[in-house]
């Protein structure tokens, strides 16, 4: 057998073998599979298939509202958009266990019961059972636990703790406990913005005793000028667990100088 | 993940400013507040989560017309059976599915239910009832997906609501009606003007147009 025949041979398999190829094809229309679901991802900025931690579980944390208000409408849109998404996921057969705090202690609740002189629950509760009004005209099924930001302060207290040993967090002179933002690599990675971005809005007031003017206040001392310094610091670092074992999850919300509010925020 | 900003007539809203509209002013503009409820839910699926929701007047209006047209093919094929067999596949279910798996389209799967609806009108007129069954218990739960088209239609639809109770109330609530209808019909929006001449059908008033353009109406 001479080299060409092998050749040929070798050929007329190929050939057979597209065509074997061609025949295994299903019948169009295939059944096309179930695209996964693809979700953008804020920390890389693409989206990203998702894959849960524990297969067909998604836990959900979402970071509700600050009661000492109506909801209004940028709100509407956080309990409409993350209901959306637990039906879609609960849709798709995940089992969905959807948390969405709610923050009923900060400043901004402190400030409102003093001008309504009020004790801050009579005010946060009023606030609460109106976010659920509202809630349920939008047809939006309520979350499967709503922690208060009151349930654990404690938590909170160690977390703040924890954060200082660790050199993450610090007391200043007026006893106010600061976040080190120069301290966590991480900071802004969210947002995309770096820290010298970050710097052209910051701004340090009189009252404030901060190593760095983008340090903000995770805990104030108690005192009536704090309120109305606390006016301006609203970050707040809040600590979520339960007895079901819930991992510990902390929210940061933003700060609020105005030069620094077009950067994405967590839900807010 | 993290939703974008809402923005009332292009400027970004922001309770420190002012400019700011709470949940229960808007609720509060409607009649019924399970309406209203469901147009804003509309109005923020309509747009992708992460773009900036422009709100504006206009745009729950339209929020509203486009709900009112899907709720309209649901009162108009009410009663049919809505059972589906081999020979009415899931025709929306597909497009549907890959708009939401691809980063929560709303607008994109929104925009499958309203094929949907103009599909299941042209059954309707065409009196495929079987096929237009399928399609409005396929609508019904695609939209259900969402947390959407959930009421009563005729309820949403408003046909149900009295016209008066003295001959004067009723005369001059027709009147106002045919005007609004005429309108509409003028400006091209034929889903308003049908589900006025029903809400009015519904109340034992049938409308009858003239040639010269005008509308007269009377008792069943």
């Known amino acids: 057998m001479g080299l060409g025949t092998l050749f040929t041979n070798r050929r007329i398999t190929r050939l057979a073998a597209r065509r074997v190829l061609v025949n295994i094809r299903p019948p169009f229309p295939f059944k096309i599979l179930a695209m996964p679901l693809r979700i953008y991802n804020s920390l890389t900025r693409t989206k990203e298939i998702f894959t849960p931690l524990s297969p067909g579980v998604v836990r959900m944390y979402v970071c509700g509202m600050t009661v000492y208000d109506y909801c209004h409408l940028g709100h509407a849109r956080v309990l409409v958009i993350f209901d959306m998404v637990v039906r879609v996921l609960r849709a798709k057969g995940f089992e969905v266990r959807y948390v969405r705090n709610i923050t009923d202690i900060d400043d901004k609740i402190i400030v409102r019961a003093a001008e309504l002189n009020e004790p801050f629950d009579v005010v946060t509760e009023r606030f609460i059972t109106a976010m659920h009004e509202d809630e349920d005209l939008l047809n939006v099924i309520r979350p499967d636990q709503e922690p208060r930001a009151t349930g654990y302060i404690a938590e909170i207290l160690n977390m703040i703790q924890t954060l200082e040993e660790k050199g993450f967090a610090y007391a200043a002179k007026n006893g106010d406990v600061y976040f080190r933002v120069r301290g966590f690599d991480g900071y802004g990675a969210l947002s995309g913005r770096s820290l010298d971005a970050l710097m052209v809005g910051a701004r340090v007031e009189k009252d404030e005793a901060k190593d760095d003017p983008l340090d903000f206040v995770l805990v104030v001392r108690a005192g009536t000028s704090s309120v109305r310094r606390c006016q301006r610091a609203a970050l707040v670092i809040t600590s979520i667990s339960t007895v079901a074992g819930w991992i510990y999850v902390f929210r940061i919300m933003r700060m609020k100088s105005p030069k620094v509010k077009g950067q994405p925020v967590a839900s807010s | ?220």
């Open chain 2, 1 to 220: 993940m993290h939703n974008g900003y809402v923005q009332i007539d292009q400027e970004k809203m922001s309770k420190s400013t002012g400019n700011f509209f709470t949940i229960r002013e808007i609720l509060a503009q409607d009649t019924d507040a399970s309406r209203a409820g469901e147009v804003i839910r509309f109005m923020i699926l309509l747009s992708h989560y992460r773009s900036p929701l422009n709100f504006s007047e206009q745009g729950l209006m339209q929020a509203r017309a486009g709900l009112e047209r899907l709720y309209l093919v649901l009162h108009k094929g009410r009663g049919l059976n809505g059972a589906c067999d081999k020979e009415c596949p899931d025709r929306y279910r597909v497009r549907f599915d890959e708009a939401l798996e691809d980063d929560f389209n709303t607008a994109a799967a929104i925009a499958v239910l309203f094929d949907a609806a103009r599909e299941i009108n042209r059954d309707l007129d065409a009196n495929n009832r079987g096929i237009a069954g399928a399609g409005i218990s396929q609508l019904r739960e695609l939209a259900g997906s969402l947390g959407l088209l959930y009421q009563e239609p005729a309820r949403f639809l408003g046909l149900s609501g009295h016209l008066g109770a003295s001959k004067e109330d009723i005369d001059l609530r027709v009147g106002a009606l045919i005007e609004q209808r005429a309108q509409a019909r003028r400006d091209g929006n034929y889903t308003e003007a049908d589900t006025i001449r029903l809400q009015l059908e519904n109340q034992g008033i049938v409308l009858e147009d003239l040639e010269d353009g005008t509308t007269i109406w009377r008792r069943h």
